[in-house]
């Protein structure tokens, strides 16, 4: 467990903990839980379902910000994916669906692998070119009409239960367990970090730096797509225009949350995931505060900068007290 | 010399374009739709031309689609709702936006920030700042308004060179004689090259950030203005995107996203091909626009996959040579 939630967490929990104080403040209500139909309902679960997608995105988009990369194109290939999911949903069974578009989110990702281990090409301009023909194919897919299914076995991905927890937590539950046995039960993650932290180095040390490069952009489209599948799944439909929109900023700003530099390096799931549970929790707060949604976007602005400047190498900043803290502990 | 080649193959591709085009539908070849491309594109060339500094310099800035947005809403909430005379309204946005990109620059430089996150902070507060002013549409009334919208030079054949193209040609005009002529231009090329260098020759690297991120804002704030008269509208949702339209422009035109190469120029013929693809796709009637988006995305990949093969073959014989020297 401490090589999944390393000690440097504290931050994030401590954040995390006086959002809900706040948000616990702004609705009483907030903690409530009341079982329904064999499913949990109330405004902590509503949080963890709705922030499913980023805590999705965020799983790949950590990976790939730990090499040194970054992924603009996840929103697109969510679009993307979805519309496959939903376009299938009533002609073909769950496993082709779920087949088909989480087959086409490794596509993607292969293909900006592809463009950044094999062209060498600077990752926030390789993800750029699927970032703005994706919609494009979203909609190409969908042939710009919003989509929708009444297949109950994907709608069930969007809106079922498993054990009274939502199936969407219950999936980005099972992808982390699985990211992190895969990354950290190996040596894996430490050679992802070793690309992240220096590239050539790593390279003449024998780390098969390509090889980790491409497969951490594959593992950030599948996860994309898993996104996406869900996105359409709790909407009973695909809208390639507005599908996983801006997502992908939410995403790095989770994962920035979350203490991963993005000059590579270091990284931590359980944190990314928190960051995009963090995000998530701000966003219901301040429709529970009454106030209009479009003060989220300033709010975040806020967020980012302050995580930002304590990330800043300049500053030693809260890492640096937090540090200090911790050697002058007995 | 080195940056000729690139914005040659983008103006291959613009004029072979045209000419397919053209063959397709004669009626293209025409000035009046010219002119209706150069009036449709008005503020995406301008906002280009700020973005073609950004990227040489080495950097990008996202938040120029919002700071659009921001400024149609504070202009058009300040001559309707406030009363403000239009044109201390311009000044006070113009104002607002080249701080706003100052200060963004200056957190760049001050903390060592990318520029890629700093602008993303940017884009979301300029995006809220401008829901914050309003959600909805404001139509803009004032008269001013309509003069500028009537104004038009005739070009032969019937186009029309409309007052805010005419202001677009005007930027890139003066925004390429700002970057091959001057010491300021000559700084942003050093700068993307390597700032180590840069500093090491002299180049006072701060200052040069905080006004290159200016700039683009600045031009962010004109091309919103622009924007707002081509709409006669303020709404907060404008815009929305235009900061990936113009990055491409941008590629599109040969500029080196890695920064240190690259022309204002190029962008403009980039903008020009967004356009003409935008304009082709009209013309068809059967195609759907989110071909502009695929066929974008594919003359990105094409022009990336180019600079990258060009960078190759340039450091080859460079490497020779000074293995020879030596």
């Known amino acids: 467990m401490t090589a999944l939630l390393p000690r440097r967490g504290l931050a994030q929990i401590l954040a995390l903990i006086v959002i809900l104080a706040v948000d616990r403040v702004v609705s009483p209500q907030f903690f409530d839980l009341r079982l329904q139909d064999g499913r949990l309902f109330g405004s902590m679960i509503d949080v963890l379902n709705r922030g499913t997608p980023v805590a999705l995105l965020s799983l790949g988009m950590v990976l790939v910000i730990a090499t040194r990369g970054i992924d603009l194109s996840v929103g697109a290939v969510m679009a993307i994916c979805g519309a496959i999911a939903a376009s299938l949903a009533d002609s073909h069974g769950l496993p082709v669906v779920l087949a088909a578009a989480l087959g086409a989110g490794l596509v993607c990702g292969l293909w900006n692998g592809f463009l950044v281990a094999v062209l060498g090409m600077q990752p926030i301009v390789a993800t750029l070119i699927l970032m703005v023909a994706g919609r494009g194919i979203a909609q190409l897919i969908t042939e710009g009409r919003i989509v929708t299914f009444t297949s109950p076995d994907l709608v069930w991905l969007g809106n079922g239960a498993i054990l009274g927890v939502p199936v969407p937590v219950a999936i980005a539950l099972g992808m982390l367990i699985l990211t992190g046995a895969v990354v950290r039960g190996s040596a894996l993650g430490l050679l992802i970090e070793a690309t992240g932290g220096n590239a050539r180095a790593s390279e003449l040390a024998g780390v098969g730096t390509r090889a980790m490069i491409l497969a951490v952009y594959v593992w950030c489209g599948v996860c994309a797509a898993l996104a996406g599948v869900i996105a359409a799944a709790d909407i009973m439909g695909a809208d390639a225009n507005n599908s996983g929109l801006w997502l992908e900023l939410d995403a790095i700003l989770a994962v920035v949350i979350g203490g991963t530099s993005l000059f590579g390096g270091r990284f931590s799931l359980v944190l990314a995931v928190l960051g995009a549970l963090i995000i998530q929790t701000m966003n219901t707060g301040i429709l529970l505060s009454g106030y209009p949604p479009e003060f989220n976007l300033l709010v975040k602005a806020v967020v980012v900068l302050a995580v930002l400047l304590l990330q800043s190498p300049k500053l030693s900043g809260f890492a640096g007290i937090m540090a200090r803290l911790r050697r002058t502990k007995p | ?326």
């Not at chain 2, 310099?57 to 921001?70: N, R």
């Open chain 2, 1 to 326: 010399m080195k940056g000729l080649p690139p914005v040659l193959i983008t103006a291959i591709v613009l004029v072979a374009g045209f000419a397919l085009c053209a063959m397709q539908f004669p009626n293209i070849a025409s000035t009046r739709v010219v002119g209706n491309l150069l009036t449709d594109n008005a503020f995406l060339g301008i906002v280009a031309t700020g973005m073609t500094f950004v990227i040489i310099s080495g950097g990008i800035d996202l938040s120029v689609g919002s700071v659009i947005g921001f400024t149609t809403v504070f202009v058009a909430l300040a001559i309707e709702r406030w009363g403000v005379p239009p044109l201390v309204a311009f000044v006070a946005i113009l104002a607002l936006s080249a701080a706003f990109g100052a200060a963004m620059g200056a957190v760049i430089h001050v903390f060592d920030l990318p520029p890629f996150i700093v602008t993303l902070a940017g884009m979301f507060l300029a995006r809220g700042a401008g829901f914050l002013l309003s959600t909805e549409s404001v139509p803009i009334t004032a008269p001013v308004y309509s003069t500028v919208s009537d104004f038009a030079l005739r070009m032969p054949g019937g186009g029309r060179l409309t007052a805010i193209a005419i202001i677009m040609l005007v930027i890139v005009i003066g925004g390429a004689l700002l970057l091959q002529l001057t010491r300021f231009g000559a700084n942003v090329y050093a700068l993307g090259g390597s700032r180590a260098t840069a500093s090491l020759m002299g180049v006072a690297v701060g200052k040069m950030t905080v006004k290159i991120y200016m700039l683009s804002s600045l031009l962010a704030g004109i091309a919103g203005i622009v924007f707002s008269f081509y709409t006669s509208a303020g709404y907060s949702l404008s815009a929305v995107g235009v900061e990936l339209d113009s990055i491409a422009a941008v590629v599109i035109g040969g500029t080196l996203l890695t920064g240190g190469q690259g022309s204002v120029i190029g962008t403009f013929l980039g903008v020009l091909i967004q356009g003409l693809i935008q304009t082709y796709i009209n013309f068809d009637g059967t195609l759907s626009s989110w071909w502009t988006k695929i066929a974008t995305g594919v003359l990105l990949f094409a022009f990336i996959a180019l600079q990258q093969g060009l960078v190759a073959l340039a450091r080859r014989p460079v490497a020779k040579r000074a293995g020879a020297v030596s």
